[in-house]
T-cell receptor, first 111, second 113 residues
């Protein structure tokens, strides 16, 4: 399988921007995803980006994709306490159902 | 729609006992996935069903694990006999088609003593 790597922890002050980084190894990946997991809950799809895009913005979320470096990032503007969660990066190759997840980044928002 | 439904939400059992986890996918979805989440190994895909047929069970850890999908609205994951190392959160997810967005259930937290 292919590896998806993320840093494990991020602490950010309320109101600041959060940037979560991810690297992947499968250059054929079609879609790259960001999932959010709140305590005691399942994973919720936050956003995704198609591999032929460089950037996608959705309200407070900005996804940047550097396909050359196989680097994906998620920026959360004006981070709120409700953004405290584990964020998973995931990829899927073309015509495949398998999601390869990173280990998850635990984001803690402090007042 | 109520989303993916899993039961029970929490299960505590003793080593050697049989454990059955249940999942009801979103109506109309034809793909169903079982995942296991642990601190050590993160999220692992155990098995994938398409149109009620198991397509990929390569992630099932060993023969103690089995999964069934008797119809489009119900699936079970059974562990027999259970062992302490099976303690984890088990997620069920469904999608409209195999490569589409997966919707996750709330998970079943299993503790084997």
């Amino acid at each position: 399988g292919e590896d998806v790597e993320q840093s494990l922890f991020l602490s950010v002050r309320e109101g600041d921007s959060s940037v979560i980084n991810c690297t992947y190894t499968d250059s054929s990946s079609t879609y790259l995803y960001w999932y959010k997991q709140e305590p005691g809950a399942g994973l919720q799809l936050l956003t995704y980006i198609f591999s032929n895009m460089d950037m996608k913005q959705d309200q407070r979320l900005t996804v940047l994709l550097n396909k050359k470096d196989k680097h994906l990032s998620l920026r959360i503007a004006d981070t709120q306490t409700g953004d405290s969660a584990i964020y998973f990066c995931a990829e899927t190759p073309p015509n495949d159902y398998k999601l390869s997840f990173g280990a998850g980044t635990t984001v803690t928002v402090r007042a | 729609d109520a989303g993916v439904i899993q039961s029970p939400r929490h299960e505590v059992t003793e080593m050697g006992q049989e454990v059955t986890l249940r999942c009801k996918p979103i109506s109309g979805h034809n793909s169903l996935f079982w995942y296991r989440q642990t601190m050590m190994r993160g999220l692992e895909l155990l098995i994938y069903f398409n149109n009620n047929v198991p397509i990929d069970d390569s992630g099932m850890p060993e023969d103690r694990f089995s999964a069934k999908m008797p119809n489009a609205s119900f699936s079970t994951l059974k562990i027999q006999p259970s062992e302490p190392r099976d303690s984890a959160v088990y997620f069920c997810a469904s999608s409209l088609l195999g490569g589409d967005e997966q919707f996750f259930g709330p998970g079943t937290r299993l503790t084997v003593l």
